[in-house]
């Protein structure tokens, strides 16, 4: 599946790079999935922009 320029990724696209941001993170305090289960959130957010998921507020969840 394929987005317009300057859209970002598409949102299964997008969950997918969540999944994989998830597993090779060390995230202390942190419930396996979470990010996951999150990722339509995130992908509204930063208009499926990956390189922007760090620029959400820490206190999204």
Not at 2 to 15: D, E, H, K
Not at 37 to 48: E, F, P, Q, V, W
Request: hydrophobic share 40%; no cysteine; net charge positive.
């Amino acid at each position: 599946m394929r987005t317009a320029p300057g859209i970002g990724v598409s949102r299964r696209t997008f969950r997918e790079l969540i999944t994989a941001l998830e597993a090779a993170l060390d995230l202390s305090a942190h419930r396996p999935g979470s990010l996951p289960r999150l990722a339509s959130y995130l992908h509204i957010r930063t208009a499926g922009r990956v390189g922007d998921v760090s620029g959400v507020d820490p206190g999204w969840e």
